[in-house]
C-alpha cells in the first residue's frame, strides 16, 4: 500500500514538475515571439523540455520565422528596387521636359528667324515624343508585371517578322554607320506568340544595338533544343558581369549618360512580355560583341 502512495506521489509530483515546465517553455516561446518580433530580429528558438511534440512545434514555428524572414528580405529588395526605378524614371522625365521647357521660353522670343523657330519646334516635338514613350513604357510594363496585359497568342512565323523589321531599319542603321549582317534561316517553324508583342521585342532589341552598338549587328536564327533561338550581336563597349546582369533590369542604362533617348525600359519590357508568352532571354558578352539570344519554344506537332 506505501509503495503505492509513493509511486502516485513520484508521479504527481512529476506530472506537475512536467506542467510547469511546459507552462514555462510556453512563457519562453511566447516572451521570445514577442522581442523578435518587436525588434526585427532573426532567431531560431529552442526548447528547454524534450518531447516530440515541443520538438515539432519548434520545427513549425522556425519554418514559419524563416519564411516570415525570407518574405521580409523579398519586400526590401523590391521595395529598393523601387525606389531605384523611381528615381530613374524621374530623372528620365526630368531630362526632356527640362529641355522642352528651355525650347518654349526660346520660342517666346519676337525675334526668332523662321529656322530657328523650326528647328526648336522639331527639337520640343523630339522631346515630346520621348516623353510620352516613356510614360507609356512604364505603364506597359507596370501592366505586364500585374498580368494585365492581354496577348493573343497565335502561330507566328517569327523568322519572317524579324526579316520585315531588318528591312525597315536598314536605312537608319546605314546612317547610324553600323554594318548590319543577317544570318536568319530561309525558313523556320512558327512559333506560339502574340504577333504585336513580337514585333515589339524585336523593334527593342533593334533600337537598343542603334542606340549602343558600333560598326557592327549581327543577326541570326536556328533551331535548338526544340527552340527557335534569334541572336542579335553587336560590337560594344566593354561590359562588366554586373553591368550584364542588371541589364534586362527596368530603368536600367548602361550609358553613364541618360539623355540619348532611352528609356531605359526597352530591355525590360522584352523580357517581361516573351516571359509572359512562354519563353526566355538572355544577354551575354564575349570578345567586344553583346549579345542578345532570344528562345522560343517551337509549336509541338500534337498541338
Known sequence: MISIVIVAICFGLSFFALYFLQKKQIKNLTDKLHRLN?????????????SKNN?????EINRFIEEKNFADQQYRIKELDLQRTISNISHDMRTPLTAILGYIRLLENPNLS???????LTIV???TRLLNRLILDFFDLSRLEEGEYKLELMPVDVNKVCREL??????????????????LLSSAPTVIVDENAMVRVINNVLQNALRYGKEKLNVASRIENQSLVLSFSNESTSLTPQELAKIFERSYAVSPSRDNGSTGLGLSICKALLVSMGHTISADYSAGMFTIHMYLKLESEDK
Request: negative net charge; charged residues 35%.
Open 38 to 50: 518587436d525588434e526585427k530580429r532573426t532567431e531560431y528558438l529552442t526548447t528547454i523540455l524534450p
Open 166 to 183: 531588318l528591312a525597315q531599319t536598314y536605312e537608319d542603321f546605314e546612317a547610324a554607320g553600323i554594318n548590319v549582317d543577317s544570318e
Open 125 to 127: 516635338l523630339e522631346r
Open 55 to 59: 520538438y515539432d512545434l519548434i520545427i
Open 114 to 120: 523662321e529656322s530657328e523657330r523650326q528647328r526648336y
